[in-house]
């Protein structure tokens, strides 16, 4: 159509020379962008795509106005993670973890499963608070939301994504000796213990005696009802205290996944107590345990006390613990004690579960010492991914000339595999410009990310040798440049202030720019972490410019007036040579500070 520039679509090199397919993508872009900026300013790079099925390879070239440079930071972070195995006679393990600084607690889970072999989507992850859980994380949430000083836990799971079952957290609780009275903590008499966990029931038909004994099950590694049974001397030392041993009483249920306590005998009267705990007394002295508590500690217990430790009717009570619904906080201003009979349970996904153990039963079943036991951590970080020590310019470029594979979001479609793929995908220079703008990737931004490196990155003031990155191998020039500008930020993402330091062509000196304020620079005051965007001019293209200048820093009228394009009267001028030479001649530090330089949008090279 007419008043259109029409694009061509370039070639893809299909096994052309490097050469041939990168002079005709600069002739192509020539033919659309012809002017003194392009001179000046642009180089090319070669771009190499390869499919990770097929192996087809794509190579182009593409024009560039400058170089983004990621910087060579540690791009991950070490979290700590202990596992609760789904096998109850399992000790937790800790593993520490090393994952993207951005992931998601996904990736977190996923580095977890193939260290332990739990399939991932079989884990939650939880921070662990004061006895309770503080926060139970997303998948898709963000790592940067767990904190260092987090205690971080992650419970294998019966199922994973179902709709027909629920996981519900389940706390310890225990008497309070020093009763609180606050929205969180609301008179209760009750304080948590130990470590929370998650126990996975059907939605619907869950009774209160299959919750007590698939609860019971899941503590077995520490809990041990059988030593609430009968009271034996010690044969072996008669100087030590009688220890509860195993009465024969424990059965296994029909699911044989559960094991419960049954009495025996027919339910013991506090008389009978009491007389068989006289009698071993008389054999043993007042190293007994009187299990049946003196009155005066009757009279001052509680009610709910008195029913946890003998049952609703006075009797023995064999539960080492009641079960109650109660809040996150581990406690609610109207807690629900679930009652013992076969109805169904009312379940909800907000639910939370809270063992009120009785006081002297948690003593002789619970092992406290067992219960905090756990395996040492293995270590899944990778040395390889240390930064290093001192940022040099030449490791920003070789970071960004590094082969790496484009993400799930990212994918590349293959002509040849007719699908999308994450191919590999590489980046290397083919062409430098006479001026070489160098954007240092300091800001990165995402949908929940936002961070700005104060990294210090050295670089050179003068011969910045680039040779080994320029792959072009008949280059019309020599790839040596020198600083002539730096651009400056200072503050953080939510402000800062740019300030540019410039180098005067004729003086050979160094100005600060700070806004209205010009004031002379030292060399020393260039390199520093504020340092964001730098411009070099090839050691070539400058004494071409110089050529331009005559004593009095003005541009050579009589050369300037040789044409506008290089094809002019003059083999050695162009008009990029005079504007270069206008820039050198004092004006960059307006050069350096007119640039509007923003990192990527979403940027995952921190």
């Known amino acids: 159509m007419a008043g259109r520039t029409r694009r061509s679509q370039l070639k893809d090199s299909d096994g052309r020379p490097d050469k041939e397919v990168a002079a005709e993508a600069w002739r192509a872009h020539r033919m659309r962008n012809d002017s003194v900026i392009v001179d000046m300013f642009q180089g090319q790079f070669k771009s190499r795509l390869?499919?990770?099925?097929?192996?087809?390879?794509?190579?182009?070239?593409?024009?560039?106005?400058?170089?983004?440079?990621?910087?060579p930071v540690k791009k991950t972070r070490q979290i700590e993670v202990t596992l609760v195995f789904l096998e109850p006679m399992v000790k937790p393990k800790s593993f520490m973890l090393a994952v993207p600084k951005r992931g998601v607690v996904k990736d977190l889970l996923k580095e977890l499963s193939s260290q332990s072999g739990v399939p991932y989507d079989r884990l939650v992850c939880a921070d662990v608070y004061s006895h309770r859980f503080h926060k139970i994380f997303r998948s898709d949430e963000q790592v940067s939301h767990i904190l260092d000083r987090d205690i971080i836990f992650a419970y294998e799971l019966e199922v994973s994504g179902s709709d027909e079952h629920l996981t519900i957290p389940v706390y310890h609780r225990e008497p309070d000796q020093n009763p609180r009275t606050s929205y969180y903590y609301y008179s209760q008499s009750h304080a948590l213990f130990g470590f929370p966990f998650f126990v996975t029931l059907p939605r619907s038909g869950t009774t209160y005696r299959a919750l007590y004994n698939k609860i019971l099950y899941q503590l077995s590694r520490f809990v041990k009802p059988e030593k609430c049974g009968q009271i034996v001397k010690d044969t072996a030392d008669g100087d030590q205290a009688p220890v509860l041993?195993?009465?024969g009483d424990v059965v296994k249920m029909e699911n044989e996944d559960v094991v419960k306590m049954e009495q025996a005998d027919s339910v013991k009267t506090e008389a009978s107590d009491e007389a068989g705990a006289e009698q071993m007394r008389e054999e043993n002295g007042d190293d007994v345990p009187d299990l049946a508590g003196d009155e005066s500690e009757k009279e001052t217990s509680t009610a709910a006390e008195k029913t946890a430790a003998t049952g609703a009717d006075g009797s023995a009570a064999s539960d080492l613990f009641t079960l109650s619904s109660i809040n996150s906080f581990g406690s609610s201003s109207s807690v629900v004690t679930f009652e013992d009979n076969s109805e169904e349970l009312e379940l909800q996904s907000q639910t939370h579960i809270g063992l009120d153990w009785n006081d002297k039963l948690r003593k002789l079943a619970y092992d406290d010492e067992e219960a905090d036991k756990c395996d040492n951590y293995e270590n899944g970080t990778d040395a390889a991914d240390a930064a290093p020590t001192k940022i040099q310019l030449t490791d920003c470029l070789k970071?960004?000339?590094?082969?790496?594979?484009?993400?799930?979001?990212?994918?590349?479609?293959?002509?040849q595999c007719k699908e999308h793929r994450q191919a590999m995908k590489k980046f290397d220079i083919w062409k430098l410009p006479k001026v070489l703008v160098i954007h240092l990737k300091r800001f990165s931004y995402t949908r929940y990310w936002r961070d700005k490196l104060d990294s210090m990155v050295h670089f050179p003031i003068t011969g910045l040798d680039l040779r080994e990155f320029g792959l072009d191998p008949n280059p019309e020039y020599e790839a040596i440049y020198d600083l002539h500008a730096v651009s400056n930020h200072f503050g953080g993402m939510g402000g800062g202030h740019y300030t540019a330091y410039g180098l005067h062509h004729s003086e050979k000196k160094w100005y600060d720019f700070d806004d209205t304020n010009v004031s002379s620079a030292s060399e020393n005051s260039?390199?520093?972490?504020?340092?964001y965007v730098l411009f070099y001019t090839r050691r070539d293209a400058a004494a071409a410019a110089a050529a331009t200048v005559n004593g009095d820093g003005a541009v050579n009228s009589d050369l300037a007036a040789n044409g506008d394009r290089p094809d002019s009267a003059s083999p050695s001028l162009?008009?990029?040579?005079?504007?270069?030479?206008?820039?050198?001649?004092?004006?960059?530090g307006a050069t350096a500070t007119d640039v509007n330089m923003d990192d990527d949008e979403e940027s995952d090279d921190v």
């Open 399 to 415: 970071l960004f000339t590094t082969e790496e594979q484009l993400g799930e979001e990212d994918p590349w479609y293959c002509p």
């Open 50 to 71: 390869t499919c990770p099925d097929c192996q087809k390879v794509s190579v182009t070239f593409d024009p560039f106005m400058f170089l983004s440079l990621p910087l």
């Open 526 to 531: 260039l390199v520093s972490s504020s340092a």
């Open 245 to 247: 041993v195993p009465n």
């Open 574 to 588: 162009s008009s990029s040579d005079e504007t270069l030479a206008a820039v050198s001649n004092g004006s960059s």
